[in-house]
């Protein structure tokens, strides 16, 4: 089991923060789209895990299910073919590696965001794989402590062939194979969750100790998410 670290902190601080961010809803909105176009026009969540995933994500920022059922009709529209999932690689400050996941209608228009955003806090964007053989694609599901003892939390792991779970102060982060996010149910049983999706987890993780960096390497990754297109920023750390 992985520890308590500065990083699990600050991220923790930082995902309290993306729920105030007044573009949540279109970045859910992209997400649940994107889940239907890739689950082939499917719009049923009991039939698309992917859709599902979103749905519940969804629902925990309080998102109006009107706005949920825009979206998922997004998604078999006349225009569903100018929404897609774009994945960047690029460099940050002082060795650290990103992946950033993005959902946009415009590839241009992201790309030039990303770059200029990269430009401004010492980062630099990768080509094609420069740096994704750093990172395992992975589900990642997290509880909260008080729903399981480690007596369940281990029979969770097992079931679901966990590569590994880490801990912060409040939570339990299960990472899974990516194949395996379709049996979460089944695993946990009656067991909350407050969240399950697609992760990007660094096979070889650095450390940085300095305060000073983190913040530095926290402020890029939150300009990044700040954009409209980006869904998510993973880092090696």
Known sequence: MSGHSKWANIKRKKEVNDKVKGNIFSKLSRLVTIAVIEGGGI??????????????????????????????????????????????????????SLIILAHTDNQNRTLGEVKSVLDRNQGKLGSMGSVSYLFTKCGLIVIDK???????????????????????DLKYSIYIPYSKLGHIKEALNNVNYDSAEVDYKPQNPISIEDDAKLEKISLLIEHLEALEDIQKVFANL
């Open 43 to 96: 719009t049923d969540p009991d039939n698309n895990l992917k859709l599902r995933l979103a749905i519940e994500k969804a629902h925990s920022f309080n998102m109006p299910k009107e706005n949920i059922k825009r979206a998922i009709e997004k998604g078999v529209g006349p225009d569903k073919s100018k929404m897609v999932e774009i994945v960047y690689e690029a460099f940050g400050p002082y060795g650290v």
């Open 146 to 168: 008080k729903e399981v003892d480690q007596e369940r939390l281990f029979e969770i792991s097992e079931k679901l062939e966990a590569l590994d779970v880490a801990e912060d």
